[in-house]
């Protein structure tokens, strides 16, 4: 954000980096979504870059969730807290509270692993395809979403659950790629900037139509970092809700490269409040 606090893209590496304290603690700034609330995608990806900056073990990323407790607001710096619970041979295990005024945000815990030779399987698509030919995506689907989250992307748009489709459960298929370079070690932070951007908007697909109200807001995000990529090249994130029940929906995905190699999974947790027409 600039001086007067209007968000504005700089690049993933400057909204990534954050700032050491005198008490061992790190501080920085985070884009909104909507209003004055930080973009969770951005926390995550702030949180496992500095997993991977504390570790210099040369460990990769095997797994992130977090629980977020908390909205906060932009206009204040976010506190982060890095905690090495275990350094192993082959893992480790770090734990990461967010906060901002003492207040708990978010609580994360990062799990590095040593990679290691071994028999190799994995899903392939659901639905293969290419991003050629498909619609460009400039802005969000939701009215007041922070164009800023988007700039660093050429986003296209897949095939799409729509009313009356014979699916069982809502889909939306999105191709992402990086317009600028991302340095070497910083590519999955990059990727959990990405994976929260419309996770959230998968599950209420068939209520789009039809609603006088809707809250939404992140309980919690889960990801399996499976295999290396390369964010200058296309990867498709497949997306979709298994279930929506007692105002909590779950989205799930797989990120795939242009190849259909799986690079990673995807949970998320929504609380979903919405208000339908008579």
Same mark, same amino acid.
């Not at 790190?26 to 209003?35: A, K, N, Q, S, Y």
């Not at 926390?43 to 095997?62: D, H, W, Y």
């Given at each position: 954000?600039?001086?007067?606090?209007?968000?504005?893209? @700089?690049?993933? *590496?400057?909204?990534?980096?954050?700032?050491?304290?005198?008490?061992?603690?790190?501080? &920085?700034?985070? $884009? +909104? &979504?909507?209003?004055?609330?930080? %973009? =969770?995608?951005?926390?995550?990806?702030?949180?496992?870059?500095?997993?991977?900056?504390?570790? !210099?073990? =040369?460990?990769?990323?095997?797994?992130?969730?977090?629980?977020?407790?908390?909205?906060?607001?932009?206009?204040?710096? $976010?506190?982060?807290?890095?905690?090495?619970?275990?350094?192993?041979?082959?893992?480790?295990?770090?734990?990461?509270?967010?906060?901002?005024?003492?207040?708990?945000?978010?609580? !994360?815990? /990062?799990?590095?692993?040593? +990679?290691?030779?071994?028999?190799?399987?994995? *899903? @392939?698509?659901?639905?293969?395809?290419?991003?050629? &030919?498909?619609? #460009?995506?400039?802005?969000?689907?939701?009215?007041?979403?922070?164009? !800023?989250?988007?700039?660093?992307?050429?986003?296209?748009?897949?095939?799409?659950?729509?009313?009356?489709?014979?699916?069982? #459960?809502? %889909?939306?298929?999105?191709?992402? @790629?990086? *317009?600028?370079?991302? +340095?070497?070690?910083?590519?999955?932070?990059?990727? !959990?900037?990405?994976?929260?951007?419309?996770?959230?908007?998968? *599950?209420? $697909?068939? %209520?789009?139509?039809? /609603?006088?109200?809707?809250?939404?807001?992140?309980?919690?995000?889960?990801?399996?970092?499976?295999?290396?990529?390369?964010?200058?090249?296309?990867?498709?994130?497949?997306?979709?809700?298994?279930?929506?029940? @007692?105002?909590?929906?779950?989205?799930?995905?797989?990120?795939?490269?242009?190849?259909?190699?799986?690079?990673?999974?995807?949970?998320?947790?929504?609380? $979903?409040?919405?208000?339908?027409?008579?």
């Amino acid at each position: 954000m600039d001086d007067s606090g209007t968000p504005q893209w @700089r690049g993933f *590496v400057h909204h990534l980096t954050v700032r050491e304290r005198s008490d061992g603690t790190f501080e &920085g700034w985070c $884009l +909104p &979504g909507r209003g004055t609330r930080p %973009y =969770g995608g951005h926390i995550l990806a702030q949180t496992l870059q500095l997993v991977v900056q504390k570790s !210099a073990r =040369g460990m990769t990323p095997m797994s992130l969730h977090a629980h977020f407790m908390a909205a906060g607001d932009t206009r204040t710096l $976010l506190e982060y807290k890095v905690t090495s619970m275990r350094s192993g041979r082959s893992f480790e295990h770090w734990a990461v509270d967010v906060s901002q005024g003492g207040r708990p945000l978010v609580a !994360a815990t /990062v799990v590095l692993h040593h +990679p290691e030779p071994s028999p190799e399987h994995q *899903v @392939r698509p659901q639905r293969p395809g290419g991003p050629n &030919g498909l619609p #460009v995506i400039t802005q969000f689907p939701r009215a007041g979403t922070v164009v !800023a989250l988007r700039a660093g992307l050429e986003i296209r748009a897949g095939r799409n659950w729509t009313q009356g489709d014979p699916a069982v #459960v809502p %889909y939306q298929d999105r191709w992402y @790629r990086c *317009v600028e370079p991302v +340095p070497e070690g910083w590519e999955d932070a990059v990727l !959990a900037w990405c994976t929260d951007l419309e996770s959230t908007w998968t *599950v209420d $697909l068939p %209520y789009l139509d039809g /609603v006088r109200s809707r809250t939404a807001a992140s309980l919690d995000h889960n990801m399996h970092f499976h295999r290396p990529f390369d964010p200058s090249q296309w990867w498709l994130y497949e997306q979709e809700s298994p279930d929506l029940f @007692r105002g909590r929906g779950l989205a799930t995905g797989r990120i795939f490269s242009l190849d259909g190699a799986l690079i990673a999974t995807v949970t998320q947790q929504t609380l $979903l409040r919405l208000e339908l027409e008579d």
